[in-house]
C-alpha cells in the first residue's frame, strides 16, 4: 500500500501542471445612479465632537452620504429625438397670432354679467342660454314627456296594431347615443371622444333630458349627433333586446333604497276604480313590462309625443353664446312642423291624486352572509307641486331637518346639525341612517323622511321618524335653526349653480315648467323669505292628509302597519308618554344601545 501511494505520487510529479490564468485588472469603483457616495471631510481646524443626545450608541462621528447632481446625471445622447408620432395641424399650432376661434381676452369690467337669454322659434322650439364664458360647452334637448305618459296599452293610429309602452323611458335613457340611420353607436362614441365630449341622457316620470358637454370650438359637431340621436334613432331590434339585458342585470343589483322609494311613489298615489293613475306608475321597468317591449313599442311612444309636438321640446345651453345656440337649434329643430291643436298637451297629461297606501317589499338575504342586512323605512306626506306656494318653504323645511348615514363621505362634521342628525341618528346608535327627501311633480310632491337599521329595531326607527312629523306640527322651529337651513339651502343651491352641466340643466327644466327661468337672485330672496311660521302651517297642512309608508328588507312584517304609524304621527311624543307611562322605562329614547 505504501509502495502504491509512492507510485502515484511520482506519476504526479511527473505530469504537467495546469497554468491558471492571471487575476483581472482592478476595475474602478461603480458608482450607482442614484446612491448616497462617501465623500471625505475636508480639514477643519478644531475636531467636531458629537453629543450623547445625538449619538448615544456611538463613540465615532457617524458617516454622512452626500450625493451630487454629476453623480447621478445620465451620459449626453448622440441620437437624434424621434418624429412626434402625432403632428400638430397648423391650424392648431401656439404661434404669434390668436387663432380666429378663440374669442379675444377682453378686461372684466368689458364681459356682461351672465344671464338668461330666451329665443322661440317660428315652431314653437324654445331656446335659453347663459353665456359664462368657458371654454366648454353644455347643451342639451329636454323633452316634456315621461313615465307618467306610458301605457299598458296603447293603439296605433292607422295599423290597428297595439302595443305596450310601459318601461319605454327606461330603455330609451339607455339606447342615447346608440346608432342612427346615419351611424352606428361606435362611430357616435367615437367622434365625442376624438372632440373631447361626454354625451349622456336621463329621463323622469314628467321629462327626458339629452345632454353633450365639449370644447367650445367642437359644440357644432356634437350638437348635430345629439339632434340625429334624438330625430332619427336606429332603434333596431337587435339593440333593443341587448338593452332589455342591460335593465336585466340593473333589476338584479337595484339598491333597496332605491325600490323603497319607487314602492312609495306607487303607494301614494294608488289605483282608482281599478284603474292606475300617471304619478303612480312605476319610473323603472319592471319585470313584467319587461317582457312586451319591443322597438315597435320605442317607435310608437315617439311618434306619440315626440316628432309632432315642437311646442314640448327646449334647447338650453351654458358656455355658448346664445345667437350660435339658436343658429343650431333653428338648423335641426326648426324644421319640426307645428301640430296647431294637435301639438298641445291634448289631454295625455291627467292630474293624479293623493291617495296614500303601504307598500312591503321582503327581499331574500344576501348570498353573502359578511354582508350587513337592514331594513329601510319611509314615511311620506302630500305636499304642492312645482306650482305651488309652499314649494320653497317645503326645500327649506327638507334642509332644516338634513340628515344623512352614519358614515359621511364628505368628512367629519358634515350636516351634523341638522336636526335629524342630533335627534336621531347622534341619539341612537342602532339608526344606521335617516333623511329627509322631497319628490316634486306638476300638480303634486312628497315630503318625508327615510331610514334604515336592523330588523330588530324597525319599530324604534319607524317610532323616531313619527316623532319628527310631530314635533315640527307642535312646536315652532328655533330662529338659530331656520336661519342655518335658509343658509345652508342658499349655498347649496349657489354652489351647484357653478357647475356648467347644473346650469343647462337648470335653464331646460325652468323654461320647460314654468316657461321661464328666474336668476339665482330671486330665488335667493324666495329663501330669506320663509319665516317660521311658514314651515309650521307646511308641516301641519300636509301631517293632516294621509300617510304613505314603505319599507324593503329581510323582515319586513317587524316594522308596524300603516294604522298604527299614523296613529303614533298623530298624538305625538308628549301626549303618547303620558298616555303610556308604564311603557316608558322601555321606551326608545330610554334604551341604550
Known sequence: MNAASAAARAAARRRPRLLRPPPPPPSPPHRRPFAAQVQPEPPSA????????????????????????????????????????????????????????????????????????????????????????????????????????????????????????????????????????????????????SMGGASYATSNREQMMYCCDVLRPNVGRAFELMAEAIKIPAIEEAEVEETKQVIRFQMMDAHPQLSMMEGLQTATYGPIDGRVQQLGRPHLCTE????????????????????????GIVVAGSGI????????????FGHIPAGGAADDDDGRT????????????????????????????????????WHSPDLVPTCVLQTLLGGGSSFSAGGPGKGMYSRLYRQVLNAHGWAESCEAFTSFHDESGLWGIAGSCEPERSRDLTLAIADQFSKLGTDLVADEELDRARNMLKCNVLTQLESRLVLMEDVGRQMLTYGKREDAATMCA??????????????????????????????VGKVPRLEEAAKWVGEGPEARKKKNSFFERKSIFERTS
Open 46 to 193: 478644531a475636531p467636531k465632537t458629537w453629543s450623547e443626545n445625538e449619538f448615544p450608541e456611538r463613540k465615532e462621528p457617524p458617516v454622512i452620504a452626500r450625493t451630487r447632481a454629476s453623480d447621478v446625471a445620465p451620459p449626453p445622447s448622440t441620437r437624434e429625438p424621434p418624429p412626434p408620432r402625432h403632428a400638430v395641424s397648423p391650424t392648431r399650432s401656439i404661434g404669434p397670432e390668436r387663432p380666429s376661434r378663440i374669442p379675444p381676452n377682453v378686461p372684466l369690467d368689458a364681459l356682461a354679467p351672465p344671464a338668461t337669454e330666451v329665443t322661440t322659434l317660428s315652431n314653437g322650439v324654445r331656446v335659453g342660454s347663459v353665456e359664462n364664458f368657458s371654454q366648454v360647452s353644455t347643451v342639451g334637448v329636454f323633452l316634456d314627456f315621461g313615465s307618467r305618459h306610458e301605457l299598458d296599452r296603447y293603439e296605433v293610429p292607422g295599423t290597428g296594431e297595439a302595443v305596450s309602452t310601459a318601461g319605454v323611458n327606461h330603455l330609451m335613457e339607455l339606447l342615447a347615443f346608440q346608432s342612427t340611420r346615419k351611424h352606428t353607436g361606435d362611430e357616435i362614441r367615437n367622434a365625442m371622444e
Open 288 to 311: 313584467e313590462a319587461l317582457e312586451h317591449l319591443t322597438a315597435a313599442s320605442v317607435h310608437a311612444f315617439r311618434e306619440q309625443h315626440l316628432l309632432h309636438k315642437p311646442r
Open 321 to 332: 353664446a346664445h345667437d350660435a345656440l339658436v343658429e343650431l337649434a333653428d338648423a335641426h
Open 350 to 385: 291627467v292630474p293624479s291624486v293623493h291617495t296614500g297606501g303601504e307598500y312591503r317589499l321582503q327581499r331574500p338575504p344576501d348570498p353573502n352572509p359578511a354582508k350587513e342586512e337592514f331594513t329601510h323605512v319611509a314615511l311620506a306626506f302630500e305636499v304642492g307641486g
Open 526 to 555: 324666495k329663501i330669506d323669505a320663509v319665516t317660521r311660521e311658514d314651515v309650521r302651517d307646511v308641516v301641519r297642512r300636509a301631517t293632516a292628509k294621509p300617510l304613505t309608508l314603505s319599507t324593503v328588507g329581510i323582515d
